[in-house]
């Protein structure tokens, strides 16, 4: 049957709505920690309502029935530029064909998304299937965020001889001074990403917001922060029973001795003490060493892609 692409209209929603169920239920399959909040249609309707007037879609449709939708919101600076982002909650595809679905309803999008100036193009994805990525990857899509999940059991790494505690007001400076070498690491090649810097006297004074220093010869080595629902982490891994790690650096002398490793179990534990269900982190996959420390304990539940379009075409 041939696909049609046309404007969504509020006829669409629930049956979006549906689709965004079904996907995040198949994501619960392996991810059964996810919270049960976003499998119900009373949260997903309300989130595609109120986007459709400022944020024009697309719907396909396949024999009278739709089979796929992507809205996006319209960011007027992201990375300096004017970007169309793709929330996880706000595209879905059947999995008949979804690559195929995926690519037409792009096609008409990214058309009304350079013609409003929108250079960047961003889309998230429930991490379910590889066909629907490598769909998003051969329209010039790279891989920029993951955000993954776990339980908060403990984790088996090697025995480190660094002494944990947790920060204080008194250690501002600290926290300060290791934001800006993880700033410094994130900005230089080849991982070459911007974060937006933190005020950490204002983050820890929040509540629910704790860091971890671990410290080895009388000095700071290592931190890791934990919050509750990382605003900034996709919205099917925010809540109130999720932990969140917002920030981890070890200086270079002390990676891979098991630093960062007595800092998760302390987060983890603490989270467990805290009543938390769940801890989340959200990660750069192009900082290789650090990805395939959280890789080995989360298992991926969103990807996040970039595409970027010349300012001359």
Not at 9 to 21: N, S
Not at 150 to 171: Q, Y
Request: hydrophobic share 45%; with cysteine; aromatic share 8%.
């Amino acid at each position: 049957m041939a696909l049609d692409i046309v404007p969504l209209r509020d006829q669409h929603l629930q049956d979006a709505a549906l689709l965004v169920q079904s996907r995040y239920r198949a994501l619960k399959q392996p991810l059964p920690l996810l919270p049960a909040r976003w499998e119900r249609l009373s949260e997903i309707a309300p989130l595609l309502r109120e986007m459709l007037p400022t944020s024009p879609g697309v719907a396909a449709i396949r024999d009278g029935k739709l089979v796929g939708f992507m809205m996006a919101l319209i960011i007027p600076s992201f990375l300096g530029q004017r970007t169309a982002y793709c929330p996880e909650w706000a595209n879905g595809a059947t999995y008949v064909e979804p690559g195929v679905i995926y690519e037409q309803m792009y096609g008409r999008l990214a058309v009304q998304w350079a013609s409003s100036g929108c250079r960047l193009h961003a889309v998230s994805l429930m991490a379910l299937d590889a066909v629907t990525t490598n769909a998003w990857h051969w329209m010039g899509f790279g891989l920029v965020t993951i955000d993954a999940l776990r339980d908060l059991s403990p984790v088996d790494v090697k025995p480190s001889s660094v002494k944990i505690r947790m920060a204080n007001m008194g250690d501002v400076g600290t926290a300060t001074t290791f934001g800006e070498l993880l700033q410094k690491h994130l900005t230089s090649p080849p991982i070459s990403w911007q974060n937006e810097p933190h005020d950490y006297a204002q983050w820890l004074r929040a509540p629910g917001n704790v860091m971890w220093l671990a410290q080895a010869g009388g000095k700071i080595v290592g931190c890791m922060g934990l919050s509750t629902g990382n605003p900034d982490a996709s919205l099917i891994l925010r809540d109130d029973k999720t932990a969140s790690i917002v920030m981890t650096f070890v200086t270079d002398r002390y990676r891979g001795q098991g630093v960062a490793g007595a800092l998760l179990n302390h987060a983890l534990e603490a989270a467990r003490n805290q009543g938390y269900e769940r801890c989340a982190v959200d990660f750069e996959p192009m900082n290789t060493a650090a990805a395939r420390f959280w890789l080995k304990w989360f298992k991926p539940a969103t990807y996040t892609m970039l595409r970027w379009i010349p300012d001359k075409l």
